[in-house]
């Protein structure tokens, strides 16, 4: 079914305030951050890679992030992004978690 690479955007019918993501990767080599915003790529041959971030609100292209990182000398690298999110327009309409309402 998702035999391009890209991002297909997902939304509800029901509730307008669902919204999900499905990244399809071209590269065998991806992660998702976790909570403190990082992520680890391991067990990658030493070679050179290009690096590029995703993020559903992310300012701007996303080639834009490339990031070249050299695994040929040594085995580890750190790469760090600081990006430029766009404003969050969702719809709130969502009822708060745990929340009770009498009418
Ligand atoms: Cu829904």
């Given at each position: 079914?998702?035999?391009?690479?890209?991002?297909?955007?997902?939304g509800?019918?029901i509730?307008?305030w669902?919204?999900?993501?499905?990244?399809v990767?071209?590269?065998?080599?991806?992660?998702?951050?976790?909570?403190?915003?990082?992520?680890?790529?391991k067990?990658?041959?030493?070679?050179?890679?290009?690096?590029?971030v995703?993020?559903?609100?992310?300012?701007?292209?996303?080639?834009?992030?490339?990031?070249?990182?050299?695994?040929?000398?040594?085995?580890?690298?750190?790469?760090a992004w600081?990006?430029a999110?766009?404003?969050?327009?969702?719809?709130?309409?969502?009822?708060?978690?745990?929340?009770?309402?009498h009418?």
């Open positions: 079914m998702f035999d391009k690479p890209g991002v297909v955007v997902l509800c019918n509730h307008d669902m919204i999900a993501y499905i990244y990767s071209e590269s065998p080599y991806f992660a998702k951050t976790g909570p403190d915003g990082s992520a680890q790529l067990d990658l041959p030493p070679r050179q890679y290009t690096v590029r995703w993020h559903p609100r992310l300012q701007g292209p996303e080639d834009a992030t490339r990031q070249p990182a050299s695994l040929d000398r040594s085995p580890r690298a750190e790469l600081d990006l999110l766009k404003p969050d327009v969702r719809v709130r309409r969502a009822p708060a978690a745990g929340s009770h309402r009418y």
